[in-house]
């Protein structure tokens, strides 16, 4: 099971940081990602670390912006996320897979709950 947790209101410019926790297993060789969606919108893939090669992937939109990491035991993924825009609004899901080498859904079998980010402006 995936616990993500973080989300809230912020304004234009802003910071927060996404936190998901996993309890039964760790993320060691597997692929982990954040993912969002937005009213309307499907879910995308905002950033991701491949279970094949280690590659980190950023949404163009959010590069130099969001930041995805892990803590050294594998069980606690993170995305930093600074500059906040109104287009970052959204529920971000956390998500993780042995065999996720894409940033797309699909990839992905373990999803955390969700949690919601609102940038206004």
């Known amino acids: 099971q995936l616990q993500a947790s973080g989300g809230g209101l912020v304004q234009v410019g802003g910071s927060l940081s996404l936190s998901c926790t996993a309890s039964?297993?760790?993320?060691?060789?597997?692929?982990i990602g954040w993912f969002r969606q937005a009213p309307g919108k499907e879910r995308e893939g905002v950033s991701c670390i491949s279970s094949s090669d280690g590659r980190t992937y950023y949404k163009d939109s959010v590069k130099g912006r969001f930041t995805i990491s892990s803590d050294n035991a594998k069980t606690t993924m993170y995305l930093q996320m600074n500059s906040l825009k109104p287009e970052d609004t959204g529920v971000y899901y956390c998500a993780a897979d042995p065999t996720g080498s894409w940033c797309i859904p699909d990839e992905f079998r373990s999803w955390g709950q969700g949690t919601q980010v609102t940038v206004s402006s």
């Open positions: 039964g297993f760790t993320f060691d060789d597997y692929g």
